[in-house]
């Protein structure tokens, strides 16, 4: 079974076929980053625009990739949400044109669901479930139990900022640009974390909840309180910001593996991209008997392979029969099933 996947929820348009047995077998993302970098953030109108631009060549691409055409395409999967409405239309309405022309049935993917099974696309593939994941993005912060496709149970989230979006903030106050995880992460590379004392929000309190609003008011009164906040300084508040992140994550992360019995952790999303949170994870993990699984780079930020995966497992599993859905921006992985 090909399975073609289509990616557009935020600033990446992205296209790919996913083929029982062999894996990815033609991909490609047309990232939005510097677009939207002058202006400190992801404008929706611009990025509904971009992927109109972009989409149907990049389709064409892919399958021209892929050495095939639509009649050797057995389904299409969408990510239907969550993300940003107009977004998700383009992706969804050019789905579902492509469809009805070529005869293919469209799936709607939950895009945290993609990321959820992305580590299945690396050769050690998905740990047996149960299974923990965090999923670290812009837009969420998630410790979720995984029964089996489509059983889900949220054990902890952030109740305010999410830590990608810390990252984010923080690299402004850094005068880094957006996206401020990758920058903030190559700056730590030459910063000592111990020069400022970061607090660990929630950290310690009996749940698996998360709050980043905290720290990223006290990043920005740390850089005030700096009298040379030189180059130097810089890189040391970009360590001790990664750090006190990566530190809540883990710490939170283990805790919830343990309060539930579950020996496998999987960490997704954009923050997942993370060297110094991977490395923590698993130093932390063989002390706490937890084995990490983690997506390959590329299928740790938005991409359109997670889709088509996804997707494949719903489509094997005969979920394409219902037509009556539309893109959502606010649905929950706790509605799937
Ligand atoms: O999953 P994703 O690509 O898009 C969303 O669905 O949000 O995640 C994007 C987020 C951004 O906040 C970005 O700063 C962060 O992931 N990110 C990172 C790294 N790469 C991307 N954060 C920390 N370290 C990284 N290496
Ligand atoms: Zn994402």
Redo the contacts with the bound molecule.
Sequence with gaps: MRILGIES??D?TAVAIYEGGKGIVAESVASQIETHAKFGGVVPEVASREHLKVLPALTQQVLSDADCDWSSIDGIAVTAGPGLMGALLVGVSYARSAGLVNDIPVLPVH?MEG?LFAPGLSPEGLPAFPFMSLLV????TLLIRVDGLGQYKVVGQTIDDAA??C??KAARVLGLPY????E??ELATSGDATQFKLPRPMMHKPNFNFSFSGLKTAVMYAAKGCEDFNAQAKADLAAATEEAIADVLMKKAMKACQAEDISSLVIA???A???TLREKLKQDSAKHGVQVFVPDLAY???NAAMIAYAGFLRFQRGDHIHDDWDANPRWKLEDLS
């Design positions: 929820s935020c990446e895009h990321h993005s812009g837009g969420h990608g979006e990252f984010d996206p401020g995880g990758p903030i992460a999303g954009g923050v991209a993370n060297k740790c930020t938005d």
